[in-house]
C-alpha cells in the first residue's frame, strides 16, 4: 500500500512480544474491571473463538499500549498518521469501501478487497464488556492518544468502518474498548 507494509488480517496473539501472556476475559464484569484497573485483556467477539478465524480477537488499550509489545518482532500497531496515509493512498473518500471485505458485511455492503486487504466487519466490544455490530461495523486500534478538551479525558485515534458507508472514520475510542488491531511492518 503504497511505501507501507501492512499485515493481511487482523492480529490473532495471545502472548505479548517478550512470550508473557496476554489475559483473555470473558464476562462483562471482568472486561470492565480489567479496563478501570489499567490491566490488558483480550477476546473474541461473543467469546466464541470461531468467530476468531473470521475478525480476529479484540484488545483494549491496556494490551495494545504494554511495553512488552503487542505486535510480533517487525511490526508495531499504526499510529492515527499512518492510517492517514494508507487512506490517502487508496483514497479518502472511499477508503471503507475499497479495503472491506468483499464478503460478510450486511446488506450489501460488502467492499472492493483492495490489494487482498480485507477488513471484515467485526463490531466491536464496549467498556461495560457488551459486544456490538458484528456484519454492521468495525473499530480498529491506533497508538495515538489525545486529550478531550471538553471532558479532559484521553482517548486513542482508531478507525471504524460501517457498511452503509464508502468512507473510513476517524474515531477517538475509548481505552476500555475491544478493538481489532491491523498490524503495520516496522520501516527499515
Known amino acids: 500500500m503504497g511505501t507501507q507494509v501492512w499485515a493481511a488480517t487482523n492480529l490473532d496473539v495471545v502472548t505479548f512480544r517478550n512470550g508473557d501472556p496476554i489475559p483473555e476475559v ?22 466464541d473463538a470461531a468467530k476468531g478465524k473470521t475478525y480476529g480477537r479484540m484488545y483494549n488499550w491496556h494490551a ?50 483492495f490489494n487482498n486487504f480485507c477488513i471484515p466487519a467485526g463490531g466491536y466490544r464496549d467498556r461495560n464488556g457488551r459486544f456490538h455490530g458484528a456484519s454492521e461495523f468495525i473499530y480498529i486500534s491506533g497508538t495515538t492518544e489525545e486529550k478531550d478538551q471538553k471532558t479532559n479525558k484521553l482517548f486513542i485515534w482508531g478507525r471504524g468502518i460501517q457498511f452503509e458507508n464508502k468512507d473510513m472514520m476517524r474515531c477517538g475510542l475509548d481505552k476500555e474498548f475491544g478493538l481489532y488491531v491491523r498490524c503495520i511492518k516496522d520501516s527499515l
Open 26 to 47: 470473558k464476562s462483562n464484569e471482568e472486561w470492565e474491571k480489567a479496563g478501570k484497573e489499567g490491566k490488558p485483556a483480550w477476546c473474541y467477539y461473543e467469546n
Open 64 to 113: 495494545v499500549n504494554d511495553a512488552r509489545g503487542l505486535a510480533p518482532k517487525g511490526w508495531h500497531v499504526p499510529s492515527n498518521e499512518e492510517w492517514i496515509a494508507l487512506e490517502n493512498h487508496v483514497g479518502v473518500p472511499v477508503a471503507g469501501l475499497r479495503l472491506k471485505c468483499d464478503k460478510g458485511w450486511m446488506a450489501n455492503g460488502n467492499g472492493e478487497n
